[in-house]
Protein backbone atom coordinates (compact mmCIF):
# COMPACT_ATOMS: atom_id res chain seq x y z
CA UNK A 1 0.00 0.00 0.00
CA UNK A 2 1.36 3.58 -0.64
CA UNK A 3 0.84 6.70 1.35
CA UNK A 4 1.76 10.38 0.84
CA UNK A 5 3.86 11.60 3.83
CA UNK A 6 2.91 15.76 4.05
CA UNK A 7 5.83 17.88 5.85
CA UNK A 8 3.65 19.86 8.94
CA UNK A 9 5.23 23.59 8.34
CA UNK A 10 4.50 25.41 11.53
CA UNK A 11 5.32 29.17 10.96
CA UNK A 12 6.22 31.22 14.00
CA UNK A 13 5.70 35.28 14.80
CA UNK A 14 7.63 37.03 17.36
CA UNK A 15 5.88 40.18 18.14
CA UNK A 16 7.96 43.19 18.86
CA UNK A 17 7.88 42.53 22.67
CA UNK A 18 9.25 39.05 22.18
CA UNK A 19 12.23 40.37 20.94
CA UNK A 20 13.85 40.46 24.67
CA UNK A 21 17.52 38.69 25.28
CA UNK A 22 17.33 37.17 28.45
CA UNK A 23 20.65 35.97 30.29
CA UNK A 24 19.97 33.33 32.60
CA UNK A 25 22.28 32.09 35.97
CA UNK A 26 21.40 28.84 35.81
CA UNK A 27 24.12 26.35 34.91
CA UNK A 28 24.30 24.75 31.52
CA UNK A 29 22.82 21.05 31.99
CA UNK A 30 25.10 18.66 30.20
CA UNK A 31 23.38 16.59 27.30
CA UNK A 32 22.50 13.15 28.38
CA UNK A 33 24.16 10.83 26.60
CA UNK A 34 21.86 8.08 24.91
CA UNK A 35 23.26 5.26 22.50
CA UNK A 36 21.11 2.17 20.92
CA UNK A 37 22.26 -0.46 21.45
CA UNK A 38 24.68 0.85 24.64
CA UNK A 39 27.94 0.12 24.41
CA UNK A 40 29.22 -3.29 25.45
CA UNK A 41 31.99 -5.25 27.97
CA UNK A 42 35.54 -5.43 26.16
CA UNK A 43 36.78 -8.75 24.95
CA UNK A 44 39.82 -10.39 26.07
CA UNK A 45 41.98 -10.28 22.97
CA UNK A 46 41.86 -14.27 22.92
CA UNK A 47 37.83 -14.26 22.62
CA UNK A 48 38.11 -12.14 20.29
CA UNK A 49 40.04 -13.66 18.21
CA UNK A 50 38.23 -17.12 18.71
CA UNK A 51 35.35 -15.19 17.24
CA UNK A 52 36.96 -13.17 14.84
CA UNK A 53 38.91 -16.65 13.67
CA UNK A 54 35.73 -18.67 13.06
CA UNK A 55 33.49 -15.38 11.76
CA UNK A 56 36.39 -14.97 9.21
CA UNK A 57 35.83 -18.61 8.10
CA UNK A 58 32.34 -18.72 7.63
CA UNK A 59 32.17 -15.29 5.94
CA UNK A 60 35.41 -16.77 3.43
CA UNK A 61 33.37 -19.69 2.40
CA UNK A 62 29.88 -17.82 2.03
CA UNK A 63 31.51 -15.54 -0.30
CA UNK A 64 31.62 -18.70 -3.09
CA UNK A 65 28.00 -19.35 -3.06
CA UNK A 66 26.21 -17.35 -5.83
CA UNK A 67 22.32 -16.31 -5.61
CA UNK A 68 21.07 -19.21 -3.75
CA UNK A 69 17.54 -18.24 -2.27
CA UNK A 70 18.14 -20.19 1.23
CA UNK A 71 21.45 -18.24 1.71
CA UNK A 72 20.09 -15.52 4.08
CA UNK A 73 19.04 -18.51 6.54
CA UNK A 74 23.33 -19.09 7.10
CA UNK A 75 23.96 -15.17 6.33
CA UNK A 76 21.47 -13.99 9.48
CA UNK A 77 24.37 -15.93 11.90
CA UNK A 78 27.24 -14.33 10.60
CA UNK A 79 26.08 -10.51 10.15
CA UNK A 80 24.23 -10.87 14.50
CA UNK A 81 27.99 -12.13 15.23
CA UNK A 82 29.98 -9.43 12.52
CA UNK A 83 27.32 -6.76 14.27
CA UNK A 84 28.04 -7.47 17.53
CA UNK A 85 32.12 -7.72 17.08
CA UNK A 86 31.93 -4.20 15.10
CA UNK A 87 29.69 -2.52 17.43
CA UNK A 88 30.81 -3.79 21.29
CA UNK A 89 27.12 -5.98 21.62
CA UNK A 90 28.77 -8.22 24.17
CA UNK A 91 27.19 -7.67 27.40
CA UNK A 92 28.12 -10.13 29.18
CA UNK A 93 30.86 -12.84 29.28
CA UNK A 94 27.86 -15.55 28.25
CA UNK A 95 27.95 -13.68 25.17
CA UNK A 96 30.91 -15.17 24.40
CA UNK A 97 29.21 -18.43 24.11
CA UNK A 98 26.51 -17.45 22.70
CA UNK A 99 28.35 -15.69 19.54
CA UNK A 100 30.73 -19.42 18.96
CA UNK A 101 27.37 -20.98 19.10
CA UNK A 102 25.76 -18.54 16.64
CA UNK A 103 28.42 -19.23 14.53
CA UNK A 104 28.86 -22.95 14.66
CA UNK A 105 24.65 -23.14 13.17
CA UNK A 106 26.08 -20.92 10.64
CA UNK A 107 28.44 -23.43 9.88
CA UNK A 108 25.90 -26.40 10.05
CA UNK A 109 23.72 -25.08 7.64
CA UNK A 110 26.37 -24.10 5.33
CA UNK A 111 27.75 -27.78 5.29
CA UNK A 112 23.66 -29.02 4.35
CA UNK A 113 22.98 -26.02 1.79
CA UNK A 114 26.22 -26.83 -0.19
CA UNK A 115 25.12 -30.59 -0.02
CA UNK A 116 21.71 -29.42 -1.31
CA UNK A 117 19.37 -29.97 1.54
CA UNK A 118 17.99 -27.55 3.87
CA UNK A 119 16.08 -29.51 6.53
CA UNK A 120 15.12 -26.51 8.71
CA UNK A 121 12.95 -25.36 5.78
CA UNK A 122 10.33 -28.76 7.29
CA UNK A 123 11.51 -28.54 10.68
CA UNK A 124 9.14 -27.67 13.50
CA UNK A 125 9.60 -26.31 16.93
CA UNK A 126 11.79 -22.85 17.53
CA UNK A 127 13.21 -22.25 13.42
CA UNK A 128 15.46 -19.48 12.90
CA UNK A 129 14.94 -18.11 8.71
CA UNK A 130 16.04 -14.97 7.12
CA UNK A 131 15.01 -12.57 3.91
CA UNK A 132 17.42 -10.54 1.87
CA UNK A 133 15.09 -6.85 2.50
CA UNK A 134 14.08 -4.77 -0.51
CA UNK A 135 15.01 -1.41 1.63
CA UNK A 136 18.76 -2.01 1.88
CA UNK A 137 19.63 -5.29 0.58
CA UNK A 138 20.61 -6.27 4.53
CA UNK A 139 19.60 -10.00 5.35
CA UNK A 140 16.85 -9.75 8.30
CA UNK A 141 16.36 -12.29 10.89
CA UNK A 142 13.03 -13.70 12.43
CA UNK A 143 11.72 -16.44 14.32
CA UNK A 144 9.00 -19.33 13.75
CA UNK A 145 7.48 -21.45 16.37
CA UNK A 146 6.28 -24.27 14.02
CA UNK A 147 3.79 -26.72 15.65
CA UNK A 148 4.82 -30.08 15.82
CA UNK A 149 1.73 -31.36 13.66
CA UNK A 150 1.67 -28.89 11.21
CA UNK A 151 0.45 -30.16 8.35
CA UNK A 152 2.16 -28.19 5.35
CA UNK A 153 -0.67 -28.56 2.44
CA UNK A 154 -3.33 -27.40 4.64
CA UNK A 155 -3.53 -23.51 5.11
CA UNK A 156 -2.85 -22.31 8.88
CA UNK A 157 -3.30 -19.20 10.57
CA UNK A 158 -0.55 -16.78 11.02
CA UNK A 159 -0.03 -14.99 14.76
CA UNK A 160 1.86 -12.05 14.19
CA UNK A 161 4.62 -11.35 17.33
CA UNK A 162 5.69 -7.60 17.99
CA UNK A 163 8.30 -8.14 20.63
CA UNK A 164 8.72 -5.30 23.37
CA UNK A 165 11.71 -2.88 24.06
CA UNK A 166 15.08 -4.04 24.80
CA UNK A 167 17.77 -1.81 24.41
CA UNK A 168 20.59 -4.77 24.40
CA UNK A 169 18.43 -7.29 22.23
CA UNK A 170 20.30 -7.12 19.45
CA UNK A 171 20.78 -9.30 16.40
CA UNK A 172 22.70 -11.81 18.15
CA UNK A 173 20.61 -11.53 21.40
CA UNK A 174 17.34 -12.22 19.14
CA UNK A 175 18.78 -15.10 17.55
CA UNK A 176 19.41 -16.73 21.06
CA UNK A 177 16.11 -15.72 22.47
CA UNK A 178 13.75 -17.17 19.69
CA UNK A 179 16.22 -20.44 19.45
CA UNK A 180 15.61 -21.08 23.23
CA UNK A 181 12.30 -19.64 23.82
CA UNK A 182 9.09 -20.37 22.78
CA UNK A 183 7.79 -17.03 23.89
CA UNK A 184 4.13 -15.46 25.03
CA UNK A 185 2.17 -17.28 22.94
CA UNK A 186 2.32 -20.46 21.08
CA UNK A 187 -1.45 -21.17 19.67
CA UNK A 188 -2.64 -25.00 17.90
CA UNK A 189 -2.35 -25.46 14.65
CA UNK A 190 -0.66 -22.39 13.91
CA UNK A 191 2.36 -20.77 12.81
CA UNK A 192 3.73 -17.95 15.14
CA UNK A 193 6.27 -15.32 13.64
CA UNK A 194 8.79 -12.91 15.72
CA UNK A 195 9.88 -10.32 13.11
CA UNK A 196 13.27 -8.54 14.71
CA UNK A 197 11.80 -4.82 13.40
CA UNK A 198 15.23 -3.95 13.05
CA UNK A 199 16.02 -3.80 17.01
CA UNK A 200 14.34 -1.08 18.69
CA UNK A 201 12.74 1.52 16.43
CA UNK A 202 9.26 1.13 17.56
CA UNK A 203 8.04 -0.82 14.63
CA UNK A 204 8.08 2.29 12.14
CA UNK A 205 9.60 3.31 8.99
CA UNK A 206 12.09 0.07 8.37
CA UNK A 207 10.90 -1.26 11.47
CA UNK A 208 7.18 -1.26 10.02
CA UNK A 209 8.61 -2.65 6.53
CA UNK A 210 10.25 -5.56 8.38
CA UNK A 211 6.98 -6.76 9.53
CA UNK A 212 5.51 -6.72 6.43
CA UNK A 213 8.31 -8.43 4.23
CA UNK A 214 9.08 -10.96 7.26
CA UNK A 215 4.70 -11.67 6.45
CA UNK A 216 5.47 -12.02 3.08
CA UNK A 217 8.80 -14.27 3.07
CA UNK A 218 6.77 -16.41 5.54
CA UNK A 219 3.40 -16.88 3.28
CA UNK A 220 5.85 -17.33 0.63
CA UNK A 221 7.26 -20.58 2.79
CA UNK A 222 4.56 -22.50 4.77
CA UNK A 223 0.66 -22.49 4.23
CA UNK A 224 0.02 -18.95 5.58
CA UNK A 225 -4.09 -18.65 5.57
CA UNK A 226 -4.01 -15.03 4.33
CA UNK A 227 -7.14 -14.27 5.73
CA UNK A 228 -6.21 -15.72 9.11
CA UNK A 229 -3.25 -13.23 9.97
CA UNK A 230 -3.20 -12.48 13.47
CA UNK A 231 -1.43 -8.99 15.11
CA UNK A 232 -0.17 -8.92 18.31
CA UNK A 233 2.46 -7.73 20.40
CA UNK A 234 3.52 -6.21 24.02
CA UNK A 235 4.74 -2.87 25.53
CA UNK A 236 6.22 -1.48 22.47
CA UNK A 237 5.27 -4.33 20.56
CA UNK A 238 1.43 -3.98 21.54
CA UNK A 239 2.32 0.07 19.90
CA UNK A 240 3.53 -1.43 16.69
CA UNK A 241 0.33 -3.47 16.67
CA UNK A 242 -2.23 -0.62 16.81
CA UNK A 243 0.19 1.36 14.58
CA UNK A 244 0.55 -1.61 11.70
CA UNK A 245 -3.09 -2.14 12.40
CA UNK A 246 -4.19 0.81 11.87
CA UNK A 247 -2.35 1.05 8.39
CA UNK A 248 -2.62 -2.21 6.88
CA UNK A 249 -6.47 -3.35 8.18
CA UNK A 250 -7.01 -4.55 5.32
CA UNK A 251 -4.27 -7.34 5.60
CA UNK A 252 -5.22 -8.66 9.59
CA UNK A 253 -8.31 -10.62 10.04
CA UNK A 254 -10.82 -8.96 11.34
CA UNK A 255 -10.58 -7.82 15.04
CA UNK A 256 -7.21 -9.74 15.44
CA UNK A 257 -5.33 -6.85 16.19
CA UNK A 258 -4.15 -7.17 19.93
CA UNK A 259 -2.26 -5.14 22.02
CA UNK A 260 -0.75 -5.71 25.53
Given at each position: M?S?I?P ?11 CV?V??T????P ?7 P?G ?5 E ?9 S?I???L?M???H?LL??VELF ?7 L???EF???G????A??T?QV?TE ?9 SPW??A??L??R ?5 I????Q ?6 P ?5 E???P ?10 K?TD?HFI ?5 QT??I???GA ?5 F ?6 F???G??D?LE ?15 I??M????G????W??GA?Y??D????N?H??
Amino acid sequence: MNSTIKPLLTSLAFGPLLCVAVASTAPAQPAIARRVPPSGVSLSVEQERAIQEKLSEIEKRLAMVVDHPLLPDVELFSKAVSYALRHGEFYQQGDVTRALTTLQVATERLDLLLSGRSPWTTATGLIMRGYRSRIDDSVQPYGLVIPADLKFEEPVPLYVWLHGRGDKITDLHFIHRRRTQTGVISPPGAIVLHPFGRQCIGFKSAGEVDVLEAIEHVAGQYPVDRDRIVLMGFSMGGAGAWHLGAHYADDCAPGNVHAR
